[in-house]
């Protein structure tokens, strides 16, 4: 499994911004498909954003769509979730999942990711 480490998480007005950062342990990290899916309390986990190992092919849930950015540095083995325009529906635990290139199932799913990391919270403020 892939070792995953969130930061970036924290407490922002309406309106602010936040960038997620997620580091992997694995080599070579740019075989995985990475994403992002968020939880807020009493919910399920859902969705936010998806890319895909090749950065071309890229995902998002329509409530962050145009909203949200997603990215990926292979060479630091780091995705990115870029967030703005937050509003306080946004406010959950943000986890960061690596699909192998070899699961099946769809990427906007959380059953087809093989490893997560702990999450961090965001909390948007009104």
């Known amino acids: 499994q892939v070792q995953l480490v969130e930061s970036g998480g924290g407490l922002v007005q309406a309106g602010g911004s936040l960038r997620l950062s997620c580091v992997a342990s694995?080599?070579?990290?740019?075989?995985?498909?990475m994403g992002w899916f968020r939880q807020a309390p009493g919910k399920e986990r859902e969705f936010v954003a998806r890319?895909?190992?090749?950065?071309?092919?890229?995902d998002y849930a329509d409530s962050v769509k145009g909203r949200f950015t997603i990215s990926r540095d292979d060479a630091k083995k780091t995705v990115y979730l870029q967030m703005s325009s937050l509003k306080p529906e946004d406010t959950a635990v943000y986890y960061c999942?690596?699909?192998?290139?070899?699961?099946?199932?769809?990427?906007?799913?959380?059953?087809?990711?093989?490893?997560w990391g702990q999450g961090t919270q965001v909390t948007v403020s009104s």
């Open positions: 694995e080599r070579p990290f740019s075989r995985f498909a």
């Open positions: 890319i895909a190992w090749n950065t071309d092919n890229v």
């Open positions: 999942a690596a699909r192998s290139p070899w699961s099946a199932g769809s990427p906007m799913s959380a059953a087809s990711y093989d490893s």
